[in-house]
């Protein structure tokens, strides 16, 4: 398998304000690369967004913001691409939208949330949290909530459902985002 997982935490409610992203590169179903990066949200943190995952305004006074960001990363969105995300509603609408927000045309690739694959395919679990499927699946989650913790635990789910499973029965998972 070859695919990207990527972890968006944001520093408010608002769905433009990353703050920090993560992406680990699978290739030959194996770990093969990670980026991560502090953004510079240029907005608001939220108490309660700076509880979850421990980034303040002055982690990112000095980080670069999402254009500069987008222009390092945008390669791997295209259409023949697979990006993943656990709960990719959310990292993908994080994605759209802090596009959107500088007025950048979000691209189109392919999406498959392992959140949606854990609940077909691990049933019984008591909640699809990413530190529950990780804990169900025997996957170290050092820091969740850490975006870099965070995607390539999402990137050991799918790889671990891979295994278990086979890709054609993941491939009913993959949609195309725009």
Known sequence: MNFIAMDFET?????YSACSLALTIVRN???ADEFYTLIN????F???NIQVHGIHEQDVADAPTFPTVWEHIKEFYTPEKLVIAHNNRFDNSVLKNTLEHYGIEPPAYLTLDTLASSRKLLPGLANYKLNTVCDALQIDLHHHHNALDD???????????????????LKTFIKLVG
């Open 11 to 15: 520093a408010n409610g608002k769905r």
């Open 29 to 31: 179903n194996q770990i």
């Open 41 to 44: 949200p240029q907005t608001d």
């Open 46 to 48: 939220f108490w309660r």
């Open 151 to 169: 995607a390539q635990a999402c990137a050991n789910i799918l790889l671990s459902q891979d295994h278990q499973f086979g890709s054609r029965r």
